[in-house]
Nanobody
Framework: VQLQAWGGLVQAGGSLRLSCTASGSFERIDDMGWYRQGPGTQRDMVAAITRYHVTDYEDSVRGRFTISRDNDKNTVYLQMNNLRPEDTSVYFC?????????????WGRGTLVTVSS
């Protein structure tokens, strides 16, 4: 199974939508989420969403970012509004996959989001 995400460059106050699509052979995907990691820092959760669309957010992004998913397309989105320079980071998507007899927690490669001031 694989996860692939796309980021970009945006000015402060602007918006950007990240998307991450899962591919491969699996029965279902449970929790999906977005994390970010800056240089020399740990990887922290930004937003998470269950299969039934229950969401959770890190405090600094609550009200600015919205996580959503399309279960039919195996895709998770992160709509980021009112971006700040401190949101600059490498963003990773994450998903919990299930097969008939196995479970796998998978990370995407990471995509750079740069917010210029």
């Amino acid at each position: 199974v694989q996860l692939q995400a796309w980021g970009g460059l945006v000015q402060a106050g602007g918006s950007l939508r990240l998307s991450c699509t899962a591919s491969g052979s699996f029965e279902r995907i449970d929790d999906m989420g977005w994390y970010r990691q800056g240089p020399g820092t740990q990887r922290d959760m930004v937003a998470a969403i269950t299969r039934y669309h229950v969401t959770d957010y890190e405090d600094s992004v609550r009200g600015r970012f919205t996580i959503s998913r399309d279960n039919d397309k195996n895709t998770v989105y992160l709509q980021m509004n009112n971006l700040r320079p401190e949101d600059t980071s490498v963003y990773f998507c994450n998903a919990r996959f299930w097969g008939k007899t196995w479970s796998l927690n998978k990370w995407g490669r990471g995509t750079l989001v740069t917010v210029s001031s």
